[in-house]
């Protein structure tokens, strides 16, 4: 079992959804970390998060380090949002990032 | 520099032979991060440097990867004999000390080997 797992793999949605793309994690973490990666593969960092939960625009993410779970969400979600979603995480103790597999989502105008 | 640099950005290989790749991190940063996305693949770690010196190098696949930095700033990752399953995208991130400070990543290195 992946130390990090994603659902949904893949997400369609048709403009102006809400979104939401799920993370759970098995092992004693840091921080987590969403990342959004476009075709052609450059990679951004979306949010860090320890605690709580983090706004940016329209992205919000949430963690409850208790359940070991995250949730991302977009609103009023863009075709620009097309992309693939990563979840990872630092581990305590190690600067090893531990990613999920991944989600593709696409937004349909 | 303003982001995480990478070169070159598409690399295409004969088997056997070695290829070097380039990382350029954010000034000042003193964490480098070596990560490899193969196709269909998650990503995974390769190597951690904090400033010349690498902490943690568990993930290299085999001891025909190697990385190096120099001058706490630019590093190279080297793989030695090329074999079709090095085929992937080379991904190199910074951190102004550590992950808990965030990572920036530069677009890649995607590595092709025929």
């Known amino acids: 079992k992946n130390e990090v797992e994603q659902s949904p793999q893949n997400l369609t949605a048709q403009e102006g959804e809400f979104i939401t793309i799920n993370c759970s994690y098995s092992?004693?973490?840091?921080?987590l970390h969403w990342l959004q990666q476009h075709p052609g593969g450059g990679i951004v960092s979306l949010f860090m998060l320890s605690s709580g939960k983090k706004k940016h625009g329209r992205l919000i993410a949430t963690i409850n380090i208790q359940e070991k779970h995250s949730s991302l969400h977009i609103t009023a979600s863009h075709p620009r949002d097309s992309a693939v979603y990563i979840c990872?995480?630092?581990?305590?103790?190690?600067?090893?990032?531990?990613f999920g597999k991944g989600t593709k989502l696409t937004v349909n105008p | 520099g303003a982001g995480v640099s990478q070169s070159p950005s598409n690399k295409v290989t004969e088997k056997g032979k070695d290829v070097e790749l380039r990382c350029d991190p954010i000034s000042g940063h003193t964490a480098l991060y070596w990560y490899r996305q193969s196709l269909g693949q998650g990503l995974e770690f390769l190597i951690y440097f904090q400033g010349n010196s690498a902490p943690d190098k568990s993930g290299l696949p085999s001891d025909r990867f190697s990385a190096e930095r120099t001058g706490g700033s630019v590093s190279t990752l080297t793989i030695q004999r090329t074999q079709q399953e090095d085929s992937a995208v080379y991904l190199c991130?910074?951190?102004?000390?550590?992950?808990?400070?965030?990572?920036?990543f530069g677009s890649g290195t995607r590595l092709t080997v025929v």
């Open positions: 991130a910074s951190s102004p000390w550590g992950g808990n400070y965030g990572y920036t």
């Open positions: 990872a995480v630092d581990r305590g103790g190690s600067e090893k990032l531990v």
């Open positions: 092992v004693g973490i840091s921080a």
